[in-house]
């Protein structure tokens, strides 16, 4: 019964950690470190949030994703000042 609970109780936990993690990445424009929350669907077209280390959070409207070597590039235009840069993310 204690093996039992001991797996529930670590599988939750595991579960868990899975949702909080971020994909982290650059903005090759500033240089400044970003991150895009789990569960956002990053397609064209669409609007993102992004946690911006020396701006904090951003939305984006993504213009298009490309898979480079070990990174994925995301052209994207700031939704507030319409200004255009590349996210470069880590390729989980």
Known sequence: MIVQKTLIAALVLL??????VAWD???TT???SLEIERGQLVRS?????VYDSS?????YDVDSVRRSGGTVEIEATDSTTG???TLEMDDK
């Open 25 to 27: 990445g650059t903005n």
């Open 15 to 20: 579960g868990g950690y899975d949702l909080a």
């Open 83 to 85: 200004e255009s840069t």
């Open 45 to 49: 077209g669409r609007t993102i949030e």
């Open 55 to 59: 701006e904090g959070y951003k939305d």
């Open 30 to 32: 500033t240089g400044s």
